[in-house]
């Protein structure tokens, strides 16, 4: 049964009746149909496939193509919403920021970046940015915060979107993040990857990984991260193609097959550890299905309703929709999925709509809700939420009642009591000391601007709440975070601080890994070579370099290489490594600035100075360079062991 009145859903009596009104409503095929996250494939030809045709719960919406501007991404969110028979649930990859929903949207930081920050107040204004544009947009689900740890260092697909590489500093930034996101009570966050990825070096996108811990080391880092997160309220967990063989063992369970079952098709991992034993009354929704981590394990056919029967309530994306959705009816008549669990997913379905205040109307950009004004500036009342839960939702553009966007005014109605993260505004918290601290609304860089209304005019939508979307106060945000952020891991030559009396010529060597999906790209350096050269030094881009003499007096590489379902592997490829058989520091004095991957030293032990950016924006090469001349300090602090367990790095 679904606890509609409890966490997270927090349904008062009208909000719960509708659910339970609409899910008797339902014909077998619109239940079946509500299961389903619809997607527009990225990478493939368009279609003239409508979205809408199976009537599905939810539809996911990419930022890729070029014209994924904030304007058109808004009105084509409208019209879906419009068109549904039932509010839809609108997801997007909004993890770095509204840049993931909208290609004008704001890149705000990678998740390892605002970890690196150390700094409550600025995981929150995060988490209220990330709401705030995706909010404007349309979007009511963001898949984030990843609550991945970064126990293996050559994972491909999490590294800089993890925020960090233990329990305690993963929970004590992503609660936070997923609170800001929630508080206004209308978007949901999303704690993936279920049962937990960073452990394996390879990525469910090409195959089934694997977490390989024992189940007592599991519940005491895993576990506990993901404990964390629903105790303060998470309404959706993403279940992975990732299989935890040491829980099916506990249950005495020896076949190799079974033990190695995904969470995503697992009736144990989702039923009996996520539900059961971590008590978890929200959402859960599938990775992508379309991954090989998933496809491999059977004929589709058959994990598709195998998929819902393990305790998957969403299933997301499709091969081919109607292909899947027969199948999902022939599960549903064959008893794969029974009556019993087809209800109890499609209730939580329309439970998290409910809690988001859909079930009102209040679903596209600039909607209205019966309930109260969801106009631009206004504030939302109510959408259905009792108890604990905030109901002062942000409206198109509005600002949520009792919270700011870090703005003047300070955070003191944030819910976040006594600058604990631990208390989090409730007793009894179990998330993790993440050795953050707490500062002020003033100290976020956002202070005396206000995010509503001081970005430049959408044309034709001023007043639309658009404005927001890669707004001033974002970018000053972003720019903040990009300070705060920069990190120093070891300078044993004592290069820095760099000037052009000592170090007048340097030979700048950039390169990006265009498989990278989750950062800027950096590959020209161009922008880096013309700040470098504002501040006196003179940039070639290839010298002659040789044991008895050298045309430069510093060698400065710049690698953008960061994770994405192209990537195979994050080790330097020869161009990246500065060229074949090629080692400067032992004939100029050489630094490495890597804007992705905090974990060059794996390969490059013997590099003097290295300094990890975790993000490849304008906004944080601009901190750097500002890092490396000394106009400012290096403040960022690792979250991750940058030396990789290699004492030899350290020299």
């Known amino acids: 049964m679904v606890d509609l009145k409890g966490k997270p859903f927090y349904l008062n009596e009208e909000a719960a009746g509708w659910v339970e009104r609409t899910l008797q409503s339902l014909t077998l095929e619109q239940k079946v149909g509500q299961l389903f996250m ?61 840049q993931g929903g909208a290609r004008d949207g704001t890149n705000l930081a990678s998740n390892m970046q605002v970890a690196a920050a150390a700094d409550r107040s600025l995981a929150e204004a995060f988490g209220r940015a990330i709401e705030a544009e995706g909010r404007a947009m349309g979007f009511n689900w963001v898949y984030g915060p990843v609550v991945d740890i970064n126990y293996n260092f050559q994972n491909p697909i999490v590294n800089i979107r993890a925020f960090g590489d233990t329990p305690e500093v993963v929970a004590g930034t992503a609660v936070p993040v997923m609170q800001a996101v929630q508080r206004g009570g209308r978007m949901a966050a999303c704690a993936k990857h279920w049962p937990g990825d960073g452990m394996d070096d390879r990525d469910q996108h090409k195959v089934l990984t694997v977490n390989t811990m024992s189940m007592e080391r599991w519940r005491s880092t895993y576990g506990s991260v993901f404990k964390a997160m629903i105790e303060e309220g998470v309404k959706t967990v993403m279940s992975a193609h990732i299989a935890l063989p040491a829980y099916y063992e506990e249950l005495g369970v020896t076949d190799v ?225 990009a300070r705060r952020s920069v990190t120093l891991v070891k300078d044993v030559q004592e290069l820095l601080p760099l000037s052009p009396e000592k170090h007048r010529t340097v030979l700048l060597l950039a390169a990006s890994d265009e498989a990278s999906f989750f950062g800027d790209k950096a590959a020209s350096g161009l922008e880096f070579e013309q700040m470098l050269t504002e501040e006196g030094f003179r940039v070639v881009r290839e010298a002659d370099i040789r044991d008895d003499r050298s045309d430069v007096d510093l060698v400065l590489y710049l690698v953008q290489k960061s994770p994405g379902f192209l990537q195979n592997s994050m080790r330097l490829s020869p161009k990246e490594a500065g060229g074949l058989f090629t080692w400067y520091p032992t004939k100029v004095p050489t630094l490495f600035v890597s804007l992705g991957n905090p974990y060059t030293l794996y390969e490059m032990p013997s590099m003097p100075a290295m300094i990890n950016a975790y993000n490849a924006t304008l906004a944080v090469q601009k901190e750097v360079v500002r890092c490396l001349v000394g106009k400012q300090p290096f403040a960022g602090k690792s979250p991750v062991d940058a030396f990789c367990g290699l004492e030899w790095a350290r020299l």
């Open 257 to 481: 097959r079974t033990k190695h079952t995904p969470g995503s098709l697992s009736y144990e991992l989702n039923t009996g550890l996520l539900r059961g034993e971590l008590g978890f009354n929200g959402l859960i929704v599938s990775d992508a299905t379309s991954m090989v981590g998933m496809t491999s394990f059977g004929p589709r056919k058959d994990i598709v309703p195998q998929c819902i029967a393990s305790g998957v309530d969403m299933f997301l994306f499709t091969q081919d929709m109607r292909y899947d959705f027969e199948a999902m009816m022939d599960g549903a008549r064959s008893g794969v999925i029974t009556e019993e669990r087809l209800n109890e997913a499609v209730a939580r379905i329309l439970a998290l709509k409910a809690s988001l205040g859909l079930h009102h109307g209040a679903g596209g950009a600039g909607s209205s809700s019966a309930s109260g004004d969801f106009g631009v500036g206004g504030i939302a009342s109510d959408p259905g939420i009792s108890g604990g839960a905030a109901g002062n939702g942000l409206g198109v553009g509005g600002v949520a009642a009792g919270i700011d966007l870090g703005v003047e005014g300070g955070t003191a109605d944030n819910g976040l009591a006594n600058g604990s993260v631990e208390g989090s505004g409730k007793a009894g918290s179990s998330a993790p000391d993440s050795g953050m601290v707490a500062s002020s609304a003033a100290d976020n860089g956002l202070a005396g601007s206000s995010a509503v209304g001081s970005g430049t005019a959408v044309s034709g939508l001023r007043g639309s709440g658009l404005e927001i979307v890669g707004c001033e106060a974002h970018r000053e945000l972003a720019e903040r975070l």
């Open 38 to 98: 619809v997607v527009e494939p990225p990478f493939a030809p368009p279609t003239e496939q409508d979205l809408l045709a199976i009537q599905p719960g939810g539809v996911h919406i990419f930022g890729f193509s070029p014209e994924a501007t904030a304007v058109n991404q808004a009105k084509l969110i409208a019209g879906l919403q419009a068109r549904s028979p039932l509010p839809l649930l609108v997801s997007g990859d909004l993890e770095n920021g509204g």
